[in-house]
């Protein structure tokens, strides 16, 4: 039985996802063991072959309409990735980000055109995906962006550098944002789509090292009087950027706390099979009351966020999840998960300290969740709007 015994949501209890829930955990325990993880691990980054495997086995836009190549799906379907690859450890592989983040801008806001074009490419990975928001200066007031797309001729020349950019290295397509009008502020952002190979001026800077997720890359990115075709404004028209990021902003940050809250149930779930089999003073590490008493509380609040987790992914189901709920979501699941993570490294004493063990790799992955798709700063600040 698992730690947090929530019953499965009723949105999930359908025979199809449960088989394709088996096919994904299916596929990530043979073509992702802890060998080729950790490989991932010291390189900083996987390997570009496992986007085409995992597009060949049906992982890539599994909720993209099938017109564009996609498998149909909705949301659920892109949960049950999720979920799966953090029941089977496999870390580095931003499945996440390409499929619920980035894909989902094409199919909401692309024209007829840009879907036809790239979203097929996306499904089978010949294409994987980045979204450079961030830079130098810039994180999350993303209306001060200096990087620019001026109209030049039929199209655009884009110059700025960004930064922290999850996937950096590897993608080949990447969406931009930048500013068409740099006088209109928030109204004169538009998304651009770039394609990197023999884009003339564009460069990957070094891959960045971070605290945490070492098998995830992450780069800056730089564009020197870069060539964007005219067509390749997302949705065809200038100064609609803005309010198309704004309108993906709570799916994405309910994602980051639909992780949040596997991680913490990987957590518990590692650490009480680690204090029932840990002996000290004669009896296991169970046995003491303290350990108890604190992994009760952390059952009963990681208890209640899964509930409220599973509340917020219904409301996005039916369309109803809206900017406050998503923040409150963001900030209190991962804040949590901080804690979970740090008290269940306690309990592994020495042994937790240590890279070997899955809760020391938790402990440095996890703190990034309180900072990216907004700053938890800025998640109550959100909140604070709709009192």
């Known amino acids: 039985m698992p730690v947090i015994d929530v019953p499965q949501p009723a949105f999930m209890e359908d025979e199809e996802i449960a088989i394709f829930a088996d096919a994904v955990g299916k596929f990530y325990k043979q073509q992702a063991p802890e060998k080729r993880v950790h490989k991932w691990r010291e390189d900083g980054q996987v390997e570009r072959g496992f986007w085409n495997e995992a597009g060949a086995a049906g992982l890539l836009g599994v909720s993209v309409p099938t017109e564009y190549g996609g498998h149909g799906g909705d949301f659920r379907h892109d949960i049950v990735v999720i979920d799966q690859q953090t029941q089977n450890g496999v870390e580095g592989f931003a499945a ?13 806001h692309g024209t007829e055109e840009q879907k036809q074009k790239y979203l097929p490419k996306l499904v089978t990975g010949d294409l994987v995906s980045a979204i450079a928001m961030s830079e130098p200066d810039v994180g999350s007031d993303l209306q001060s962006i200096t990087t620019t797309a001026l109209k030049d001729g039929n199209g655009y020349r884009l110059n700025g550098s960004k930064t922290w950019i999850s996937n950096g290295q590897t993608a080949d397509f990447i969406i931009v944002v930048a500013k068409t009008d740099p006088n209109e502020g928030a109204k004169g952002i538009s998304l651009m789509l770039l394609e990197t190979e023999g884009a003339e001026g564009f460069q990957r800077g070094k891959k960045l090292d971070k605290v945490g997720l070492d098998a995830q890359d992450t780069s800056e990115l730089f564009f020197d009087n870069v060539f964007i075709p005219g067509d390749n404004v997302l949705g065809g028209v200038e100064g609609k950027g803005f309010y198309q990021l704004m309108g993906e902003l709570p799916q994405e940050r309910l994602v980051i706390a639909m992780g949040a809250m596997t991680g913490i149930e990987k957590a518990l779930e590692v650490t009480v099979d680690y204090v029932k089999n840990r002996k000290a003073f004669g009896k296991t590490i169970w046995d003491f009351q303290n350990t108890q008493f604190v992994l009760a509380d952390l059952k009963a609040r990681g208890t209640a966020a899964r509930v409220f987790v ?76 709709s009192m």
């Open 96 to 108: 996440s980000l390409h499929n619920t983040i980035i894909l989902p801008y094409l199919v909401r």
């Open 310 to 385: 599973n509340d917020c992914i219904a409301k996005l189901l039916e369309g109803k999840l809206d900017v406050a709920t998503a923040s409150m979501a963001k900030y209190w699941v991962t804040e949590l998960q901080s804690e979970v993570v740090d008290k269940c490294l306690q309990f592994h004493g020495g042994a937790g300290y240590m890279n070997d063990y899955a809760i020391g790799r938790m402990y440095r992955d996890t703190r990034i969740a309180r900072i990216y798709g907004g700053s938890n700063e800025i998640m109550k600040m959100l909140i604070a709007r």
